[in-house]
């Protein structure tokens, strides 16, 4: 189901669309002054109802996560957004940053309220400067208007919002990092329990969301919970509102486009996306980031059982709505929502090798099936690409791989290892090919 | 010698220390502060001055530095040029603009050239796949990069006062 919106976008394009007077022009901060007047259970069960997947990848409700949050206690509570956009193929959390940056300071002020926080920190990556510095911009404005510190919108529930940098580490888009890197410490992912609203930031209960979820909060707020979760064709599955889509590589028309959650791949690749470069026929699409498996056009939907996948069962997953459930229901994974589209130009072992050094480079190295998963499955990948691989290694990758994945301390494990499992599976042919002429059979690059 | 702040600087520190509840959480920032202060890299009397001025050991901060790709621990050139490697941007063309850019300054990925104008680095994914190929140059994007616009990015680099 194709059907734009543009509750998020709106001023995306105008002139100054950053500042608070076009923000406010158009709605903005009506529901930030409206959540304060409600109580905080209201806030909380409007959130819930408008079933917020998490936007940051993992797809877990934003509304029951700020349920886990204590009604009070000797701490302090602490809202957290996660602003590190690194995922490979990501580039949407950034837009919101740049172009609508009081979208993401409003919704801070709701989630701090609902989350019991008084204070909450975006934590963006160092290399998005322009973000930080509208950012920082935002936060002045919404100051000076009262709208933050002691008594927000009058009311006496002090919220304080700040800007943190990061460093260079992809890594630390993951909470448990994040949330060390937060401390200054670096950026090494925790175990869990205890989990995050427990012991997250300082030892304190803390909300960790992401930009995109939290931006989307206001807009939640104003039109009620249930609405906003009815505006997805997968609102029946809790897989409420609308959100941005991405679509890259290989595409004429790549960007970012909010549209209600339904929108198929079919629809984002050839309608928004202006279909493939050079009219090439389709290699394959990397839904949401470099974590998820690729995705086949003559793929097809097969789950039986489960009654919701009926109306897609026997179809092409091109055609699949592109929801958390749905995607997880297939075997894949939705992740942030922004494809890369490879066309038949792409030589689909050179993209593992481009994904898996990113994934050796950026490993923390605190557990040695990461660490050493990593490093083995890019030395024989290499080994592949340069035409000196055996069978039996390649036959080791999906062992390897599968050794990685669930044994790791977080979640990068299974990130590094579901991409390469999926190329070597489904692109078995090429790595053999590799591997039977010493890399001769390589007549392709990455580019169109 | 040691490192030292100037006044307005040690004023920043200390608004960067008012928005958390211990010292150790400004870490990360004080380390920017100090490094776009200190010609663009972390010496061993930055640190000593981060571990004084924020109680923490000077192993403990260099444990930080030595973390995160961003702090750079030798001087780099006046300028530092990161070319984007990952996925998005190689199938758009990426691989070739490194190509280029390491013949066009004539130095391989880390190094910097010989006038110390300028480091070639690569980076991994800079979240601008919808705008790739790309580059980073100090605090800059510059996206959707033919080879002449890169050139004259970087002739700028080598060649302005």
């Known amino acids: 189901m194709l059907k734009q919106t543009d509750h998020l976008t709106k001023n995306y394009g105008k002139p100054d669309s950053w500042t608070i007077s076009v923000y406010e022009s158009t709605g903005g901060y009506r529901a930030a002054r409206k959540a304060l007047g409600m109580s905080r259970e209201l806030v909380v069960d409007e959130i819930k109802k408008a079933h917020i997947r998490g936007r940051g990848g993992a797809g877990f409700e934003a509304g029951v996560k700020w349920g886990f949050m204590p009604k009070e206690g000797e701490k302090p509570s602490y809202l957290t957004v996660n602003a590190d956009e690194g995922e490979p193929g990501t580039f949407k959390d950034r837009t919101i940053m740049e172009q609508n940056p009081h979208a993401l300071v409003e919704g801070c002020i709701v989630a701090c309220y609902g989350v019991g926080a008084h204070a909450a920190y975006i934590y963006v990556r160092d290399e998005l400067h322009l973000a930080k510095a509208r950012l920082w911009d935002a936060i002045k404005e919404a100051k000076t208007k009262g709208y933050l510190g002691k008594r927000p919108f009058g009311k006496g529930y002090e919220i304080e919002v700040y800007v943190h940098s990061g460093a260079g580490a992809y890594i630390c888009g993951e909470e448990s990092a994040l949330l060390n890197s937060l401390e200054g410490k670096r950026g090494e992912p925790r175990l869990r329990p205890p989990f995050p609203a427990q012991r997250g930031a300082f030892g304190c209960p803390t909300t960790v969301n992401n930009v995109e979820s939290v931006s989307l909060v206001p807009i939640a707020i104003n039109l009620g919970g249930e609405e906003f979760s009815k505006l997805s064709a997968l609102h029946e599955m809790n897989d409420g509102g609308v959100r941005l889509f991405g679509v890259a590589g290989h595409v004429k028309k790549p960007g970012i486009y909010e549209c209600a959650v339904g929108l198929t791949l079919r629809e984002l690749v050839y309608d928004l996306g202006g279909g493939i470069l050079g009219d090439r026929e389709l290699l394959g699409v990397i839904p949401g980031g470099s974590s998820c498996p690729i995705l086949l056009p003559d793929e097809v939907v097969n789950v039986p059982g489960d009654k919701r996948f009926d109306p897609y069962n026997g179809k092409s997953v091109l055609d699949l709505p592109m929801g958390v459930d749905t995607y997880r229901g297939i075997g894949g994974m939705l992740g942030t929502c922004c494809a890369t589209v490879l066309s038949d130009a792409a030589d689909p072992v050179l993209a593992a090798q481009n994904i898996i050094h990113f994934y050796r480079h950026e490993s923390c190295g605190q557990c040695t099936p990461c660490r050493e998963g990593c490093g083995w499955l890019e030395r024989i990948i290499d080994k592949v690409v340069e035409g000196t691989a055996t069978m039996e290694e390649v036959d080791q990758i999906s062992e390897i791989a599968s050794n990685m994945t669930g044994n790791t301390i977080c979640a990068f494990g299974d990130g590094a290892a579901a991409p390469v499992m999926a190329f070597v599976r489904k692109f078995r042919k090429n790595f053999e090919d590799y591997v039977l002429t010493g890399g001769k059979s390589q007549t392709k690059t990455l580019v169109v | ?161």
């Not at chain 2, 061993?44 to 930080?64: F, H, M």
């Not at chain 2, 790739?132 to 996206?143: A, N, R, S």
């Open chain 2, 1 to 161: 010698m040691a490192f030292a702040l100037s006044e307005e600087r040690e004023r920043e520190v200390d608004e960067i220390l008012a928005r958390y509840p211990n010292k150790m959480a400004a870490c990360i920032p004080v380390l920017h502060l100090c490094q776009d202060n200190n010609e663009g890299w972390v010496s061993p009397e930055v640190i000593d001055y981060v571990a004084r001025r924020l109680e923490l050991s000077t192993a403990n901060v260099k444990g930080v530095v030595t973390f995160y790709s961003l702090f750079n621990e030798s001087p780099p050139g006046r300028h530092q040029v990161w070319v984007c490697r990952t996925l998005g941007c190689a199938l758009r063309g990426g691989g070739d603009l490194l190509a280029h850019a390491q013949r066009k300054l004539g130095v391989r990925v880390g190094e910097t050239t010989k006038d110390g104008r300028v480091t070639l680095r690569t980076a991994e994914c800079l979240a601008s796949c919808g705008s790739g190929p790309m580059i980073q140059v100090d605090k800059t994007y510059h996206e959707n990069l033919t080879t002449q616009e890169f050139d004259r990015i970087l002739d700028r680099l080598l060649y302005e006062g």
